[in-house]
């Protein structure tokens, strides 16, 4: 009586209008789009993330180069300031050098000096007591003390 095709294709009609009594096509449809949107949703938070993420990976590059320059201006600054600091210590060097030649100079000027005094005050004690005595022998008496005396008092103030 019954094909076994007849009742394949009226149980496929039974089902497919009891699915169409039930709405089950309505809620694939709504689970489908649900779905759709939260993949559309996802879609718009990760594009949002992404330029978020730009945005930041921008400040970050921009950054980096603000502190390698300012880094650059530091090393700048202190390679002038230490040019400048050997420049003030080379002048003091010079300055203390040219200071111990005065210094040095000045002190072998005085023993110079010195040495000249000394060398004349010895050479007109040693002229007066040759005259002493060379006069002493020759000349005796009043007149002799008186010249000798005279003489030594002369030298004196002539070598001094």
Excluded: W
Excluded at 4 to 33: C, M, N, Q, R, W
Excluded at 51 to 59: G, I, K, M, Q
Excluded at 99 to 114: H, L, N
């Amino acid at each position: 009586m019954f094909d076994p095709e007849f009742v394949v294709a009226t149980g496929f009609a039974i089902f497919v209008g009891l699915a169409i009594y039930l709405g089950v096509h309505k809620k694939a449809a709504s689970a489908l789009d649900g779905r759709a949107s939260r993949i559309e949703a996802e879609l718009a938070e990760a594009t949002k993330l992404r330029t978020e993420a730009e945005e930041l990976l921008a400040s970050f590059e921009r950054r980096s180069a603000e502190a390698k320059a300012e880094a650059e201006a530091v090393v700048a600054q202190a390679h002038a300031e230490a040019a400048r600091i050997a420049s003030e210590a080379h002048a003091r060097i010079t300055e203390f050098i040219q200071r111990r030649t005065k210094q040095a100079e000045e002190k072998i000027s005085m023993a110079e000096t010195q040495a000249t005094a000394d060398v004349r005050a010895a050479a007109a004690d040693a002229a007066v007591k040759a005259a002493e005595a060379v006069l002493k022998g020759e000349s005796r008496g009043v007149f002799g003390g008186e010249l000798i005396g005279k003489g030594i008092a002369d030298l004196k103030t002539l070598f001094q």
